[in-house]
Nanobody, 122 residues
Framework: VQLQASGGGLVQAGGSLRLSCAAS????????MGWFRQAPGKEREFVAAINWGGGRTNYADSVKGRFAISRDNAKDTMYLQMNSLKPEDTARYYC????????????????WGQGTQVTVSS
């Protein structure tokens, strides 16, 4: 499966953005999906994950209550709604897919998009 992330940009603290991850090449609905982020000089970290049907989600503590992950299998697309953004949310955001499980480690995912940059100004 090929993944294409989009929707990043520059936003002020307290603002919102919605990221999208469009999939192609294989049946999207069979994959668990995740969002990760990586800031300069830091490790890639887990943000959120969603199972194949969308009925189960998981969030990092740092984004719980502010971010919402969702998917539309009819459109082969996953989303990350980000509200109440903070400067510490600044990072490149990556979407990922895996057939086996809804993991929280980047090692759990076999397929990755190219990332989209999110910059939050204070």
């Amino acid at each position: 499966v090929q993944l294409q992330a989009s929707g990043g940009g520059l936003v002020q603290a307290g603002g919102s953005l919605r990221l999208s991850c469009a999939a192609s090449g294989r049946t999207f609905s069979i994959y668990s999906m995740g969002w990760f982020r990586q800031a300069p000089g830091k490790e890639r970290e887990f943000v959120a994950a969603i199972n194949w049907g969308g009925g189960r989600t998981n969030y990092a503590d740092s984004v719980k209550g502010r971010f919402a992950i969702s998917r539309d299998n009819a459109k082969d697309t996953m989303y990350l709604q980000m509200n109440s953004l903070k400067p510490e949310d600044t990072a490149r955001y990556y979407c990922a897919a895996d057939l086996v499980k809804m993991g929280v480690s980047s090692a759990d995912y076999d397929y990755w998009g190219q990332g989209t940059q999110v910059t939050v100004s204070s």
